[in-house]
């Protein structure tokens, strides 16, 4: 796959893909089309996922009203009361969310989510964007279930710079009102399977969905495209260890689509690497490979980079991609990407498309990463110690939420 196939990829897909959507699936039926086109038979596995449509979303300050998106998955509420902005989250701060609803900085995670209700907080408002950028984009974000544990509050999310207004006039009563209706529906895994001569089997990953404002080129249809020419070269080139090449959908969700396959009966079976692709090809900044397995790993990747000229960052973590349920089952996990300056390349956003991408930067990405699989998978047996350190473990416990991180 040349430079110039692999952006007319970019082009071909150039349209927002959230978990779930009809758009997600126009997208794994593309990609099933397109291994079609290159020998390959790949099938399409759904997977259920909580899907929710938004009646009404109204976030009243002072009774002006904000432009707002509200939460998905978070209910439907009308809630008044004072308005407070959370700073910070020590103990003095928490414990003045108490019949409030809150402001906050940044993603709503669970560690967040759950002070605020301990501290009796009555709503939730985030905002995003750039203070500097001229566009009022919301992001459409969702109350994971992961987060809300069935205790569920209002929240709506904002642009940063109604967000800087509402501080500056001091605000100081909101009210949120959401109406929605919320279902079950389905997103969608995409599966190619290349047989081997032993019983191991190599899993590839990358997510092909966007979130609700991005083309998602970036992140991450360069890992997706990757994925495809990855299994091009090994259609034609002998491996010993079995391989497939799973696209991955929702990972934009909270990696639905990868702990959907992880939790698959007898999919783990004879498993014994994984190598994920997420946001590689960018025009500018660096290469990087995170692994989530033994320590050794790093350096053979490190100097594989010497000996093939190509300058990486390795270093041992988590990985915030399709990955980690892989690690959180007990199977050695490495990912690429490269890295770019936000004030280059910026994710989640509109401003995450191919205009981002150089298709030369992709076929030496792609090369890299396809030199190293070719080594892992003729080998005499995988080199890479088939257990998760306990550093490792420890890690995931606080990437998952399952223990907090101490600070």
């Known amino acids: 796959m040349d430079a110039k196939q692999i952006m007319q990829i970019f082009a071909d897909t150039a349209y927002v893909r959230t978990g779930g959507s009809p758009e997600e699936l126009r997208t794994a039926e593309y990609l099933r089309d397109k291994a079609a086109e290159l020998g390959l038979s790949a099938r399409i596995v759904p997977f259920e996922v909580p899907m929710a449509r938004i009646e009404q979303a109204t976030f009243l300050a002072d009774g002006v009203e904000v432009p707002c998106k509200g939460y998905l998955c978070a209910g439907s509420h009308d809630v008044e009361a004072p308005f407070y902005y959370l700073r910070t989250n020590d103990p003095y701060s928490l414990s003045q969310c108490r019949g409030k609803i809150v402001m906050i900085d940044g993603y709503l995670g669970y560690w967040m989510y759950q002070d605020i209700l301990a501290n009796g907080g009555l709503g939730v408002v985030t905002y995003d964007g750039d203070a500097n950028y001229c566009d009022r984009d919301i992001d459409q974000r969702e109350l994971r279930s992961y987060v809300h544990q069935g205790n569920r509050i209002p929240c709506v999310n904002i642009n940063v710079k109604d967000a800087v207004e509402l501080i500056r006039k001091g605000v100081s009563t909101a009210r949120i009102t959401l109406k929605q209706e919320e279902s079950t529906g389905n997103s969608h895994n995409v599966i190619l399977d290349l047989p081997g001569q032993v019983e191991q089997t190599i899993v590839f990953s990358a997510h092909y969905d966007s979130t609700s404002l991005s083309q998602g080129a970036y992140d991450n249809m360069s890992g997706s495209v990757g994925l495809l020419a990855m299994a091009e070269y090994f259609a034609s080139h002998p491996h010993r260890c079995g391989l497939r090449f799973l696209w991955c959908g929702s990972e934009e969700r909270g990696l639905l689509g990868s702990k959907a396959y992880c939790a698959g009966e007898g999919a783990l079976k004879d498993c014994v690497l994984n190598i994920n692709l997420d946001m590689i090809g960018c025009v500018m900044g660096h290469f990087i490979s995170c692994v989530t397995a033994e320590e050794k790993l790093c350096g053979y990747i490190s100097y594989l980079g010497s000996e093939l000229g190509m300058g990486i960052q390795v ?65 005499c047996r995988c080199p890479v110690a088939q257990e998760i350190p306990e550093n490792m473990k420890e890690k995931l416990d606080i990437y998952l939420c399952r223990v907090r991180e101490k600070k």
């Open 315 to 379: 270093e041992q973590g988590v990985y915030s991609s399709d990955s980690t349920p892989f690690a959180d089952k007990g199977v050695p996990a490495v990912s690429f990407a490269r890295r770019a300056p936000r004030n280059t390349a910026t994710i989640h956003n509109s401003y995450d498309t191919m205009a981002l991408l150089k298709g030369e930067q992709m076929v030496e990405d792609i090369r890299f990463i396809q030199t190293f699989a070719q080594r892992m998978a003729n080998a």
